[in-house]
């Protein structure tokens, strides 16, 4: 249990109490960084350097991990023309700072950022290339800085009479971590750095892992007991939760502070450990956005751990979000991923599987399954006699293939240079290089948006063909033009009569594999040597992006009318897998019958299928234990990611009424969770109607 | 080939039985319980639902059926699950329900039944299934016949029957305030309990759902029970259970 004196720090931070200590900066990086000439590795140091002087030590007299973020804005420190004048790219070439990956925090608790500073000293008396020796003075800058402000700490929290602080912040992040509470305390100040530096999204990967050497040192030398490793840990997430509202994201709380824990190591064995178990009780204890908890599974994942992920997500946070490992690591490392990286993977911001300390572009834009099936159904049906599965289908291939081209060209996305994080980055530092350079992998995620509403649309499309209704079609085609307006009976046969995804009907399931499908042929075969396509199974924000009112003028994905599966103009896509947005469906055990349809050895970018469950089912201790069951049958039967959600929906729309009574009030949004009452009403409609068809 | 009329199949019921278990829902139901939160489930053919537009009621052969759920043999074998036939009353289609189950040789079959059957028809059910849920709801038969519309006589001969069986089975009490949850009934329960020749495995004492009436506007229907008291006569409950410790459960919601 969490003790009081915890309760009260993590009221105070959830009530974000801690906005009083902030102020904001009008400073100039920019131009400084413009004046100097300095180049863009330069002015990235540059950025953490002023940041990190500006910074106030805030220490609190009993807290025990510091660090409280006082400058609210990041100055910006390049603009355009910048970008322009550094790197001459292509019209659609995006430059963006380090995101959506995993540093490899094994290199700071072993070596410590001395051990990175040694190594970029010497560096620069080896070197004379003239790129190389820029790196490695920025990185030489951003340490010192980073150093700095950690000493600042220190003689702030003596100052303060915090005799623990004081003493650790003399050691870390400086030193290597000396026991668990320095590993903590270390993390904790390095990923706060990240965010002074412009970068985001940056998860914490295998928690369990890096850390159960600190532990367990500890727990044998009597150091700690398990009880005080339980307090670190959750005053280790409490901070995490302190200054997220100044994290970017989409939406309020898609911040990427993801963990990953259980699964097996890179020698093949168990990696489950004390901390996996104690991990999850911190998290179920605390009920915070985060850091958000991925679990990964498989069929010899113990039952009681299983049931403890379920007792998590009993309290409604919508995670932790499980793998399957039995499917994600073969079809890694069929991309190509070496076996060892492969079995030490994690999850990106929201479901992308990366292996910690690689960098690469998880989510570039999201291909619309539903416009692939509509404008092909659109191109087909102008000639109707002619009108046969085949064209369909290979239509539906021409238009995934375009729509891949399309995002590779306008989100062509690229990263600027991090000298910082990259020392966190496999073989960087080493190779005098960044990590936007010199990362092993090079590939690009590619979400795939509204596969169930395309699969149901292709099976009405199917039924009438093989019912040689040419008319019917046609009619359907008026209809979807005119949005249903005239044809209600025709929609309402659409929507009720026709096969549904998510009901273990082969019939729309195999279409389904078959998109699927479609998409991995597609992205293989525009993939080159240097930039492997990973297609996922995600849609995060796009199931409301694809399907708007009127088009958005900024979208380069195209966008969807009314469809032939009974959707009316404007009407969200279901969230990456899930029976397509207000359709009832037969129940759990077929939703997941359906997907394991999917070939997932060829789609690998992530995007779980999406339960809500409602809460009775979890009343008991006996409904845990089935829900523990259903997780090994999600592995039986071949899937991929799980993430449920289990909400009231009574208190969801008594929130939109009254918000400020539910202030706390957490949902699953997409690949993340945030608070209820900061999101956008789109979203918040969205997750009503999800819940109004619970299982 | 006997046909039947279920109006709806649960998937993941938690609360049905050991294990991950389809819920089958067999349409019809002799009785009239005045808290029956199944409307759909009393009339014996398909009926309109105004609030969704639907027909309710779907006709099966007892082969689709046993295809259907046979489908679910792997998630069953998995976590020791199975099917559990549910009602309406399941053994008011008796032939098309035996004929279904006796197709699922390999399935744990559960019997949810109101034990309102002949005789011959409820011994027959306990030489085909693995496990029964029996209700007993009013101990006293002239409120029985008040409260459920029939006498229970064939209720508790057929729970006689069922207990010198060595067929494992579970009691389920519905506690209705003051009408089923009186100190009177549940001590009257109590003793018939007592004088069983094999006790059963569990008694469940479930209780009444403040939402029970509210399908019933859906199909035209009145929802009789007017009942100003929601709270469940929580002395009685306890009194109930001290008698019979390791193998009453108070089932809150």
Known sequence: ?695 | MNNGYLFDIKEFATNDGPGIRLTVFLKGCPLRCLWCHNPEGLSFIPQFNNMMNRIVGKEYSSEQLARHILNFEDVFSLSQGGVTFSGGEALAQSDFLFETALKLPNVHKLLDTSGFASNKIFEKALTIFDLIFFDIKLADDVLHKKYTGVSNKLILQNLQILSKSSLPYNIRIPLIPDITDTKENLDAIAQIIDNLKNLPIQIDLLSYNVLAGGKYSSYNMNFKLKNENNCVNIENVENFISKFENLAIFHKE
């Not at chain 1, 906005?19 to 400084?32: A, E, L, N, P, S």
Request: with cysteine.
């Open chain 1, 1 to 695: 249990m969490i003790k009081e004196e915890l309760k009260k720090l993590r009221d105070f931070t959830q009530e974000r109490k801690f906005k009083k200590y902030r102020k904001h900066t009008d400073i100039d990086v920019r131009r400084q960084c413009k004046d100097a000439k300095m180049s863009m590795q330069k002015r990235s140091a540059h950025l953490l350097k002023t940041m990190c002087e500006m910074e106030e030590p805030i220490v609190f007299e009993n807290e025990k991990i510091a660090f409280t973020r006082t400058i609210e804005n990041i100055p910006s420190y390049y603009n355009e023309r910048d970008i322009q004048k550094a790197f001459h790219p292509k019209t659609g070439t995006i430059y963006d700072t380090f995101h959506n990956a995993c540093p490899n925090f094994d290199i700071l608790l072993k070596e410590g950022l001395i051990g990175r500073l040694e190594i970029a000293k010497a560096g620069l008396k080896k070197t004379k290339n003239k790129n190389q020796k820029e790196f490695l003075e920025s990185v030489i800058i951003s340490i010192e800085a980073v150093i700095e402000l950690a000493k600042k700490y220190a003689e702030k929290a003596k100052l303060e009479n915090n005799g623990v602080i004081a003493e650790i912040m003399k050691r870390v992040p400086e030193f290597p971590a000396n026991s668990f509470h320095e590993a903590l305390q270390s993390l904790r100040f390095i990923s706060s750095m990240f965010y002074l530096n412009n970068n985001y999204q940056l998860g914490f990967g295998r928690l369990d892992q890096y850390l159960y050497p600190y532990y367990k040192h500890d727990i044998d030398s009597k150091v700690i007991t398990k009880e005080n490793a339980r307090d670190l840990l959750a005053e280790f997430f409490i901070a995490l939760n302190r200054d997220t509202d100044l994290y970017f994201g989409v939406q309020q709380g898609d911040n990427g502070q993801t963990i990953m824990l259980g699964g097996i190591k890179t020698d093949g064995s168990s990696g489950i450990n004390d901390l996996t178990y104690l991990i999850l009780e911190v998290s179920r204890d605390l009920r915070l956005i985060d850091p958000k908890i991925n679990l990964r599974v498989d069929s010899n994942t113990p039952n009681d751990l299983i049931e403890l992920g379920c007792e998590l997500t009993k309290q409604g946070l919508g995670f932790p979000q499980y793998s399957n490992d039995e499917v994600v690591i073969p079809a890694l490392v069929k991309k190509g991923y070496s076996l060892e990286d492969a079995r030490n993977y994690t999850v990106a911001a929201c479901w992308e599987f990366i292996i910690p300390g690689g960098l690469e572009i998880v989510n570039q834009g999201a291909l619309s399954f539903l416009a692939a099936v509509d404008n092909a159904f659109q191109k087909t049906i102008k000639y109707p006699v002619l009108f046969s599965m085949k064209r369909f289908r290979k239509e539906i291939r021409k238009d995934m293939s375009k729509q891949v081209k399309n995002i590779l060209k306008k989100r062509d996305t690229r990263f600027l240079p991090s000298p910082f994080a990259s020392i966190f980055f496999d073989g960087a530092l080493e190779s005098y290089t960044d990590a936007s350079i010199s990362t092993k992998y090079k590939n690009i995620g590619m979400h795939g948006a509204g596969a169930a509403n395309a699969a149901d649309a292709l099976a009405v499309i199917k039924n009438y063909v093989e019912r040689k209704d040419l008319k019917g079609l046609k009619q359907i085609q008026k209809a979807c033009n005119r949005n249903f307006e005239g044809y209600e009976e025709l929609q309402d046969k659409l929507l009720n009569e026709m096969p549904k995804v998510g009901n273990d009907d082969n019939f729309v399931d195999l279409e389904l594999k078959f998109l699927f499908d479609t998409f991995a042929d597609v992205t293989e075969k525009l993939s080159t040597k240097k930039h492997n396509i990973r297609p996922g199974s995600g849609s995060a924000m796009y199931y409301l992006w694809l399907t708007p009112k009127e088009p958005h003028w900024w979208l380069i994905e195209p966008a969807v009318g009314a469809t032939a599966e009974g959707r009316s103009v404007g009407e969200p896509l279901s969230t990456s897998l899930a029976p397509t947005h207000g359709i009832k469906v037969s129940g759990v055990l077929s939703v997941l019958k359906s997907f394991s349809n999917i070939d997932y050895s060829r789609v690998m970018n992530g995007g779980p299928i999406t339960i809500e469950l409602a809460p009775s089912v979890l009343g008991s201790q006996e409904g845990i234990e089935k829900l523990a069951q259903l997780i090994k049958y999600f592995v039986q039967v071949g899937n991929q990611q799980l993430q449920l959600n289990v909400l009231d929906i009574a208190t969801l729309e008594e929130a939109v009424l009254h918000p400020e009574r539910h202030k706390n009030l957490i949902v699953r949004v997409w690949g993340w969770s945030g608070y209820f009452c900061e999101l956008a009403p789109e979203y918040q409609n969205h997750i009503i109607n999800r819940h109004k068809y619970s299982l």
